[in-house]
């Protein structure tokens, strides 16, 4: 039986997502978050989130799933699929996040668009980078930031998620220390002597 760190944050890609894309995930997410960060598949696929009408695939669906198969030593979930996501509201998304929660997800289906230099494979890695990477600061409890350069502001467009940078501003940097700090100090009370 492996034994896996307690307060880890689990990738689980869905599919065929291979470690060209979810390393360079799990780097970042433990060097902004800080936390050791694990490639565990916990769904199998998401056919069940799968709306006909749409011809995509529901994201808050997903996230109830995913968070339901979290194991126990998972502090955080982030999912990372091929499939085009939508919410109602919107014709697609990029990824979606339980705000203070669990469970995020990610897609990669719409962030290779618009790439017009020789460079599609490092700029696509980056957007996918950058967007998991803003859904679990929503799990943080982090919201869409006005900077434009910040990693958490809300982008319409893959040009959008170009533009920003791979860093929080200096505001949303103190809200996810302060979020962080708060967890630890839970984890720890909780924690027998």
């Known amino acids: 039986m492996k034994i ?3 307060h880890s944050i689990v990738i689980s890609p869905i599919g065929n997502v291979g470690t060209e894309i979810t390393e360079p995930v799990k780097k970042e997410i433990n060097r902004i978050f800080g936390f050791p ?3 565990v598949p916990l769904l199998e696929d998401v056919d069940f989130a799968f709306d006909s009408g749409r011809n995509q695939h529901h994201s808050t669906s ?3 799933h995913l968070e339901k198969s979290a194991p126990p030593f998972a502090i955080k979930v982030i999912a990372i699929t091929k499939v085009d996501l939508f919410i109602p509201i919107l014709t697609h998304v990029y990824g979606e996040a339980q705000l203070g929660g669990k469970a995020c997800v ?3 289906y719409r962030l290779k668009d618009h790439i017009t230099t020789a460079h599609t494979d490092f700029i696509f890695k980056q957007r996918i980078v950058k967007e998991a990477v803003h859904e679990l600061g929503h799990t ?3 919201r869409h930031c006005k900077e434009h350069v910040c990693i958490m502001h809300y982008c ?3 040009l959008d998620v170009d533009r920003k940078s791979d860093q929080l501003c200096r505001y949303c940097k103190i809200l996810l220390d302060d979020e962080i700090t708060r967890f630890r100090k839970s984890a720890a009370e ?3 002597c």
């Open 4 to 6: 896996y760190p307690e």
């Open 37 to 39: 960060a694990l490639i």
């Open 62 to 64: 997903i996230l109830q």
């Open 106 to 108: 990610v897609s990669t």
């Open 140 to 142: 943080f409890n982090l």
């Open 156 to 158: 319409r467009t893959e």
């Open 190 to 192: 909780k924690k027998p």
